[in-house]
């Protein structure tokens, strides 16, 4: 019994700090930085469709409209991973816990399709 309360007692705070962690790690920390000279350009995870959809935009950085709506959008589709990854959370089910996947599967997803355009 002492047992199932200290691993509850755990588990109330190990995800909310994971999530926060991948959500500093995907918004506030730069993916990526092409270094051309004196011109530094810095990528973050939520510009990662940009990358897919033009993979020259490496030398010219994230900008235009385009860029734009891209960085919101999947801005939102990383929110509602992170969202995701706190079902375990909000509900006693064990199959909430696959829940905790769905930001590592959408990091994984992006890094495929990236890999595939680069190379």
Do not use: E
């Amino acid at each position: 019994m002492v047992a199932d309360r200290n691993a509850a007692t755990r588990h109330r705070w190990t995800v909310p700090v994971a999530v926060a962690c991948v959500a500093c790690g995907w918004f506030l920390l730069s993916s990526l930085n092409t270094d051309l000279g004196a011109a530094q350009l810095k990528f973050h995870f939520y510009d990662v469709p940009t990358l897919m959809r033009a993979p020259g935009s490496i030398a010219t950085g994230p900008f235009g409209d385009a860029a734009t709506r891209d960085a919101w959008l999947f801005s939102v589709v990383c929110v509602v991973a992170l969202g995701a990854a706190l079902a375990p959370m909000f509900s006693a089910s064990n199959a909430a816990w696959l829940g905790c996947l769905a930001p590592f599967a959408l990091m994984a997803l992006s890094g495929a399709i990236l890999y595939h355009n680069f190379s």
